[in-house]
């Protein structure tokens, strides 16, 4: 089975500061680790993935595997990241290749 | 390229009615997802279709069924509407070998 789990429903910053939210997963196999957004009244977007160490809009994302966390950080936050962020794993392809996401965090931003 | 189009947007049901919640794409993509969202769960799989003509249940597939007679269309039916349904509706579709998800906008359902 997989599970994604976020264990910060609600995250609160100051602009400027540094912002970290946390996603811890479980799958036997092989994951692909992702962060999807979604602003206020927009449809969910993909951030980022773990397979291609990018940086968007300044965040980052380490996998982990030892730790199985695959933690969202930036280190300077704007008031235009307030959005909520799920953390996603898909598994192989014998899955479906199956998105499971966790249960967001809301992420507030303020001036 | 419209993308992920869901219709409607917003429906209101009484407990006990039936309907179809529609989503479609125009990229060619051979998975599609339904997903439903709700407020400290996230979003939760209900079916999802990896081509057309196959469909598998998800994490939450009570209450639902679903049909991919088409690559671009793939419907979900609440056949007995209840009010633990309310929630916002999200389709989704990918390419094999891709892998971001395009969403849809949603549909925000209210059984009552």
């Known amino acids: 089975a997989q599970r994604v789990t976020q264990p910060e429903k609600l995250l609160s910053v100051f602009k400027g500061a540094p912002v970290e939210l946390k996603c811890n997963y479980s799958?036997?196999?092989?994951?692909?680790l992702f962060w999807y957004v979604q602003y206020s009244r927009q449809r969910l977007q993909l951030l980022l993935r773990?397979?291609s160490r990018e940086s968007i809009k300044g965040f980052t994302a380490d996998l982990n595997k030892g730790e199985t966390s695959f933690h969202l950080k930036k280190p300077f936050a704007q008031e235009e990241d307030s959005a909520m962020y799920y953390c996603?794993?898909?598994?192989?392809?014998?899955?479906?290749?199956?998105?499971?996401f966790g249960e967001g965090t809301q992420l507030t931003v303020n001036p | 390229n419209a993308g992920v189009t869901q219709t409607p947007k917003f429906q209101v049901l009484k407990t006990g009615q039936s309907m179809t919640l529609q989503c479609a794409q125009d990229?060619?993509?051979?998975?599609m997802s339904w997903y439903r969202q709700d407020p400290g769960m996230g979003l939760r799989l209900i079916h999802y279709s990896v081509g057309a003509g196959i469909t598998d249940q998800g994490e939450v597939p009570n209450g639902y069924n679903v049909s991919r007679s088409t690559t671009e269309d793939f419907p979900l039916r609440l056949l007995s509407a209840a009010p633990s349904q309310t929630s916002v509706y999200f389709c989704a579709s990918r390419r094999a070998g891709s892998y971001g998800y395009t969403f849809g906008s949603g549909t925000r359902l209210t059984v009552v």
């Open positions: 799958y036997s196999g092989s994951p692909e």
């Open positions: 990229m060619n993509h051979e998975y």
């Open positions: 773990h397979i």
């Open positions: 996603a794993l898909r598994g192989g392809e014998t899955s479906g290749s199956r998105l499971t």
